[in-house]
Nanobody
Framework: QVQLVESGGALVQAGGSLRLSCAAS????????VGWFRQAPGKEREFVAA????????YYADSVKGRFTISRDNAKNTVYLQMNSLKPEDTAVYYC???????????????WGQGTQVTVSS
């Protein structure tokens, strides 16, 4: 089992930047993919970005491509989501998740964190 803890959420003005962190502990050596998702009030949870734990393959939702960057530091068991040029529509609770099976990086995950709030004011 793995535990995931997100941090870095905050209130920021439109056009600003934030970096979210997802710290993993426990059975981290078996992680295949770590993903970021978000859920805005009244909306379904949506995929944001994902990264393979080994290698450099990354995946992005079209809505964040070119603005967000996902990266990892395996030595720290941490995945980051750098968010630039933030828009009010990026406001949501952001969750990280871990997959152990190499399934679809856009929707199949085994463990989830508790989330961190990102609010972008206009």
């Amino acid at each position: 089992q793995v535990q995931l803890v997100e941090s870095g959420g905050a209130l920021v003005q439109a056009g600003g930047s934030l970096r979210l962190s997802c710290a993993a502990s426990g059975r981290t050596f078996s992680i295949y993919t770590v993903g970021w998702f978000r859920q805005a009030p009244g909306k379904e949870r949506e995929f944001v970005a994902a990264i393979r734990w080994s290698g450099r393959t990354t995946y992005y939702a079209d809505s964040v491509k070119g603005r967000f960057t996902i990266s990892r530091d395996n030595a720290k068991n941490t995945v980051y989501l750098q968010m630039n040029s933030l828009k009010p529509e990026d406001t949501a609770v952001y969750y990280c998740a871990a997959d152990y099976s190499g399934r679809s990086p856009r929707d199949k995950y085994d463990y989830w964190g508790q989330g961190t709030q990102v609010t972008v004011s206009s």
